[in-house]
T-cell receptor
Framework: AQSVTQPDIHITVSEGASLELRCNYS??????LFWYVQSPGQGLQLLLK??????LVQGIKGFEAEFKRSQSSFNLRKPSVHWSDAAEYFC??????????FGTGTRLTVIP | GAVVSQHPSRVICKSGTSVKIECRSL??????MFWYRQFPKQSLMLMAT?????????EQGVEKDKFLINHASLTLSTLTVTSAHPEDSSFYIC????????????FGPGTRLTVT
């Protein structure tokens, strides 16, 4: 069965510091992996996706993620966090019937 | 590109009434749309998958007679919450998948439903 684990419920970083949000997945075949960001009271915006090819993918807003098959991970990174990055981040894996399975989310707080 | 809209963004209704939420793909055709429900500080729960021209597929535990889904065109899906109760109060989000596309979904901004 497909599942996504985001071990960190809440992360606080200082503005300008680097960021890594963890995501581990369980899926029986080659996964399609996504990171979405949600601001309060808003829908989800796609940050980046991995389907195949280069395991390091670049996204919008300076984010990147690396697919590591051996670790079943797809961690999201940003070298320098901005105050506007404060939001909820969801990792998702594409499964059968074109569904997406979401992790429980990681809330990012950015302190000045 | 790939913009999805939802209307209304917020709605307050009385217990026992019905409310309809629209989900539109503005600049692409979507053969498949999804409806999610999100509780405060929680992840998204898939309620149903809506395919244009056919009946929606509901997830286990979701009452199909309570949450009526219609996908009448390639750009519009509607969710009607019938006989709403306070426990139906939630944030409802739709998403759309590009026709012929992969698993990528584009999300609407969500609808905040409050049942009094």
């Amino acid at each position: 069965a497909q599942s996504v684990t985001q071990p960190d419920i809440h992360i606080t970083v200082s503005e300008g510091a680097s960021l890594e949000l963890r995501c581990n997945y369980s899926y029986g075949a080659t996964p399609y992996l996504f990171w979405y960001v949600q601001s309060p009271g808003q829908g989800l915006q796609l940050l980046l996706k991995y389907f195949s090819g280069d395991t390091l993918v670049q996204g919008i807003k300076g984010f990147e993620a690396e697919f590591k098959r051996s670790q079943s991970s797809f961690n999201l990174r940003k070298p320098s966090v901005h105050w506007s990055d404060a939001a909820e981040y969801f990792c998702a894996v594409g499964g059968g019937a074109n569904n997406l399975f979401f992790g429980t989310g990681t809330r990012l707080t950015v302190i000045p | 590109g790939a913009v999805v809209s939802q209307h209304p963004s917020r709605v307050i209704c009385k217990s026992g009434t019905s409310v309809k939420i629209e989900c539109r793909s503005l600049d692409f055709q979507a053969t498949t749309m999804f409806w999610y429900r999100q509780f405060p500080k929680q992840s998204l729960m898939l309620m149903a998958t809506s395919n244009e021209g056919s009946k929606a597929t509901y997830e286990q535990g979701v009452e199909k007679d309570k949450f009526l889904i219609n996908h009448a065109s390639l750009t519009l899906s509607t969710l009607t919450v019938t006989s709403a109760h306070p426990e139906d109060s939630s944030f409802y989000i739709c998403s759309a998948r590009l026709a012929g596309g992969t698993y990528e979904q584009y999300f609407g901004p969500g609808t905040r439903l409050t049942v009094t």
